[in-house]
């Protein structure tokens, strides 16, 4: 399902489909950018340009050579353009935005790759010439969907938007409808401890935490088959943990001055 970045549902705001559909614009943004500057259709840069003389690396020395994807300047025009709309409000929502349009952008830079052309006798590679390339958009694009099944909700301090290594929620879609109409969304509903699925209590808490019960279960066991035609079993008792999603806590956003 496609998601429009304005829409006008509020259920949108704040979710982690939201975290997702910012960073995954932020990181395309910088792709396109500096795929476009590499081939020349942009005339205010070029290849990049701190990418010249020699280097080393685990195999030894080499030459910067080719055209070097200046993924630098796909970020920093990116940072300008998407980020200016969110600079002018210092609220919740606006931090969120910023923090997940920055791990759009990095995510690009994660990925790229060096790539080499050997040269000597034979392809004895005695001499080589390196450039640094953009992956295929689709790494970036699959770890930003990692990112988004371990979404964090934020109900911490300004700062934290900075430290914090997630794509990061105000609160989960599944809530925002619930909690509107007077329910408490997945707060109580039983995860699975070990999933990492929308099961798992690390995606269905949304990061809020869950709490642990201790319960007696009696399951059948020790069947028998009894001719003919009954199977007979006794009733047994075991010791069972049973996980549910913690309640949702208001957010306290301390004072940003």
């Known amino acids: 399902m496609m998601l429009n970045l304005f829409s ?5 705001s704040g979710s982690r489909e939201a975290a997702f559909v910012y960073a995954i614009s932020s990181a395309g943004v910088v792709y396109a950018l500096t795929r476009a500057c590499s081939q020349g259709e942009l005339k205010t ?7 010249r003389g020699r280097a080393n690396d685990e195999k030894g020395e080499f030459d910067w050579g080719g055209c070097s994807d200046n993924v630098n300047y796909g970020i920093k025009f990116a940072k300008a353009f998407i980020d200016a709309k969110e ?4 609220d919740a929502r606006a931090l969120m935005n910023l923090h997940n349009n920055r791990c759009g952008r990095t995510a690009v830079k994660r990925f790229m790759n060096m790539e080499c052309k050997c040269h000597g006798v034979s392809g004895s590679c005695t001499l080589r010439t390196c450039w640094m390339a953009l992956s295929d958009f689709r790494k970036t694009g699959d770890y930003l969907r990692r990112k988004y099944n371990g979404a964090v909700e934020i109900v911490i301090s300004y700062s934290a938007y900075r ?6 929620c105000l609160y989960t879609l599944i809530n925002s409808f619930y909690l509107r109409t007077g329910s408490l969304g997945t707060a109580g509903r039983v995860c699975n401890k070990t999933s990492r699925g929308t099961d798992g209590c690390e995606v269905m808490c949304c990061g809020r935490g869950y709490d642990t019960t201790r319960v007696m279960q009696i399951t059948k066991c020790e069947c028998k088959f009894k001719w003919c035609c009954a199977v007979e079993c006794k009733d047994c008792e075991e010791a069972v943990d049973i996980h549910t999603c913690k309640a949702p806590k208001r957010a306290e956003w301390l004072d940003k001055t």
């Open 8 to 12: 006008p549902y509020p259920s949108l």
């Open 45 to 51: 840069c070029n290849c990049d340009p701190q990418k």
């Open 87 to 90: 600079r002018t409000v210092r």
């Open 163 to 168: 430290t914090v290594n997630k794509l990061v």
